[in-house]
Each structure stands twice: as structure tokens, then as C-alpha cells.
């Protein structure tokens, strides 16, 4: 299983590479190739952990984005926000490389380096605390799914959106895109809407979130929302 993590990161890195690198029309893009070490570097670093603690969750999280019992609004959703990732990997190298329509200091984007360090920390914190995180989605009734309330979901019952809302956030910064930034917005407005369906799908099928919700009433942000 830890293979096949290693492989599947490799792989969804060399695409991300290809977009980044095509669109900027060049390979002496140092803060290309900072994205890319630091993902791996962090992947290698804790995926082989995950892999041996929750087998079940990597091979879910290695299936397909979009499954056949996923409720047909979350297909919707999660193609826009893929969207959304590949619009931007497009639109950051164009704006930082190719046509220079942004100056980003270098500060900015060190906090951008920041950003995602946090986001990759925070989303392997989630999956340890909750075996059951898959990508799509769905009650894993055939794998005994239960609720998750430990680590960061004693904080904020959706903690995996905020580490995608970090991503979104500190990739344009590092890559140096003021105009990256624009996918955040739109990318909040999903995870918005995709907590919604989430949080139906969970109230109706699995059994304790209701209690859940009372004892941890903020959805992505402690103390706001």
C-alpha cells in the first residue's frame, strides 16, 4: 500500500509539474520546482506512516475523484474544484513566468511555502484522526464507519477542506501570482456548498453526527463558522 501511495504521488506530482512548467514556458523556475520538493519531500515524509496506520483509507483515497455511489450534486462539485486546482496551475505559471504580470516579494512567498507546509501537516493530521476520510461523499458502511471526534475534528467537524483552503491559498503565493489568488474565492464558495452536502449525507446515514454537531458546532473555522 505504501508503494502505491508513493506512486500515486509521483504520478499526480508529474502532472502537476507538466502543467506548471508547460504553461510557464520555461524550466529555470526555482519556485516550480520549491512546490514540487516540498510536496514530495512531505509526502515521502508522512504518507508511508498513513499507509501503515489506515490501509483502508489510502486505498480509498487512491480510487477514482468521482465513484458510482457518490451523490450526483458531489460529482458536480468536486469536477469544479478540480477545475478549479487545474485553472490555476495554468493561470499562476502564465501570470509569474510567461507574461511577468505579477511581483511578488520574496517574503510573500516564503509565507506561501508556509501555507502549504501547513496544509499538507493539517490534512495528514486529519486522515491519522479519522480512518474514514475518503475523497467522495459516501457512508462506508462496509468498512463499520464511525464518527470521527479526535485531533483536529475536536476543533472543526470539515478540517480537511481548510487544509485544501490552504493549498489554494499558498500555492499562487509561492509559485509568486497575484492573480492565483483568484481561485480562492471560487474554491471557498465550493467547499462552502460541498459542506452542505456533506454534512446532509452524514446527518441522515451515520449514526452519532447529530451529537457530534452539538459538541463541535464550527464547520471549518474555530470561533467563526
Not at 4 to 22: C, K, N, Q
Request: proline share 7%; glycine share 8%; net charge positive.
Amino acid at each position: 500500500m505504501a508503494k502505491r501511495l508513493i506512486v500515486h504521488t509521483v504520478i499526480s506530482l508529474g502532472v502537476m509539474g507538466a502543467l506548471l512548467f508547460v504553461s510557464a514556458g520555461t524550466l529555470a523556475w526555482p519556485a516550480g520546482w520549491v512546490f514540487l520538493a516540498e510536496m514530495l519531500g512531505l509526502s515521502l515524509l508522512m504518507g508511508p506512516r498513513l499507509a501503515r496506520q489506515h490501509p483502508g483509507l489510502v486505498n480509498e483515497r487512491l480510487r477514482a475523484p468521482i465513484q458510482r455511489d457518490q451523490p450526483p450534486a458531489d460529482k458536480v462539485i468536486v469536477s469544479l474544484m478540480l477545475l478549479t486546482i487545474v485553472a490555476l496551475l495554468v493561470l499562476a505559471p502564465l501570470d509569474a513566468v510567461r507574461f511577468r504580470w505579477s511581483s511578488v516579494p520574496l517574503w510573500v512567498q516564503v509565507l506561501g511555502a508556509l501555507s502549504l507546509f501547513l496544509a499538507v501537516v493539517l490534512g495528514y493530521w486529519t486522515m491519522y484522526a479519522n480512518s474514514f476520510a475518503a475523497p467522495v461523499v459516501k457512508i462506508q458502511k462496509d468498512r463499520g464507519q464511525t464518527v470521527a471526534d479526535t485531533g483536529p475534528y475536536s476543533y472543526v467537524r470539515h478540517p480537511m477542506y481548510g487544509s485544501a483552503l490552504l493549498f489554494v491559498v499558498g500555492l499562487p503565493l509561492l509559485l509568486g501570482s497575484w492573480w492565483g489568488l483568484l481561485a480562492v474565492p471560487v474554491f471557498a464558495a465550493l467547499l462552502a456548498v460541498r459542506i452542505g452536502i456533506e454534512e446532509q449525507a452524514l446527518r441522515q446515514g451515520l449514526a452519532g453526527y447529530d451529537a457530534y454537531t452539538e459538541q463541535v458546532p464550527y464547520r471549518l473555522v474555530p470561533l467563526v463558522w
